[in-house]
């Protein structure tokens, strides 16, 4: 259970208490002239204990909600800086995520030694998949993402194990509807075919709205379903 769930459980726990304290208060005299009372108000008397602990469990759940919103503020960065020092590949995508392999710190052939990143796919039960650079770790929406400043593009390098290799690079994008944060952009190279030699590419930010970046790099690789081994390297917001 993350923090955001915890608060929001104790503030709804408290409110419906509250509520039921408040509505056996309120209706202790009323029960004695029922009688005169409306339909209406004989009804809400009758079913009070039912009634005021949802309308307790929903106030505290916004009370928790506003709590969390107050209490966590948009931590800002500037740019330039590597990926890895603000996002973690930890968001993984399609339905064949367990043929995904990720390595940091691969040593063979990378274009800034010591080390680069390996990246493979192995076709599964379905023929996509990525990989999501998020901050913090795991984040779909359920926290707030970065604000950045200064940055206009993210640059890279990227070459395939044997070429030919087709991914899409992604800055931004996530936002599901049931969740409270989401990115506030979302660009893309396109589908690219990448070379067997180190290639430089650029995803472009300018007039992007960067206040709040979740998803700061992906990669995704619709079709390839023979699988594909790509490598990655110096991913900076410049």
Do not use: H
């Not at 590949?89 to 995520?97: E, K, L, N, T, Y």
């Not at 040593?107 to 039960?125: A, K, L, M, W």
């Amino acid at each position: 259970m993350n923090e955001q769930s915890l608060v929001q459980i104790i503030c709804s726990v408290i409110g419906a208490i509250a509520a039921i304290i408040a509505a056996k208060i309120a209706t202790s005299k009323e029960k004695k002239d029922i009688k005169k009372r409306s339909g209406i108000t004989i009804f809400i008397i009758k079913n009070i204990f039912i009634i005021a602990p949802i309308f307790g469990l929903l106030g505290g759940l916004s009370i928790g909600s506003g709590i969390l919103y107050l209490r966590t503020p948009t931590m800002v960065v500037y740019a330039p800086f590597d990926i890895s020092e603000n996002f973690k590949p930890s968001g993984w995508m399609g339905a064949g995520i367990q043929y995904l392999k990720l390595n940091e710190q691969w040593r063979d052939n990378c274009y800034s030694p010591p080390t680069c990143i390996q990246n493979i796919y192995e076709p599964g039960s379905s023929n996509f998949a990525g990989v999501y650079w998020q901050y913090p770790d795991k984040n779909w929406g359920d926290f707030r993402g970065l604000t950045i400043r200064g940055a206009s593009r993210i640059t890279f390098w990227a070459r395939g194990e044997r070429g030919g290799e087709i991914v899409e690079f992604i800055a931004g994008g996530i936002n599901d509807k049931n969740k409270p944060y989401k990115d506030s952009f979302r660009v893309s190279t396109g589908q690219v075919a990448l070379s067997e030699e180190w290639r430089r590419y650029e995803i472009n930010l300018f007039e992007q709205n960067l206040k709040s970046v979740i998803g700061g790099f992906c990669w995704a690789v619709p079709g390839n379903p023979e699988g594909v081994t790509f490598y990655l390297d110096d991913i900076r917001y410049e």
